[in-house]
């Protein structure tokens, strides 16, 4: 199965980390949303959006991406998230209603907790500054593990 992560992870690298974890798992590259081209998307069979959560949602370079996708109907992806604060289920609200409106299948999500240091949580040094965790990175992992296991493709 052929997995590809885009990823956008800009303050303290937090879902780089979980991204790297995942692909780890999944024997696949993590790439910046800027390079992405449709032909990555069609050579995959499954692929991973990603970033930190800023004013309630994903990174403004992930919506951009799946704004500018053609139609790509039964894509597989799932989407992951770090944040200081919220369900992350419910911060992926945006990115997955763009990506269903291209076709894709959105079939699983992974959110946790970050360090969070925007805007006036900065004068305290931030929120889960220690986060993710070695226990969020092998939630992650099993996350992904669960996503190659046999019933889950459709190879």
Known sequence: MDVLLVCRSIHHG???????????????????????????LTGADLVGFGSGIY?????????????????????????????????????HRALRRRLHRKGFTVIDEYACRGHDTYGLLRIIGGIHKNRPDRDDLERARDFAARLAAPSRRKD
């Open 14 to 40: 937090n879902t780089r980390r979980v991204a790297e974890v995942m692909a780890d798992e999944l024997d696949a590259p993590v790439r910046h949303p800027a390079d992405i081209t449709v032909d990555d």
């Open 55 to 91: 004013f309630w949602r994903h990174h403004r370079s992930l919506l951009d991406l799946a704004d500018r996708l053609p139609a790509m109907p039964g894509k597989r992806a799932f989407l992951f998230s770090t944040s200081g604060i919220g369900p992350g289920w419910l911060w």
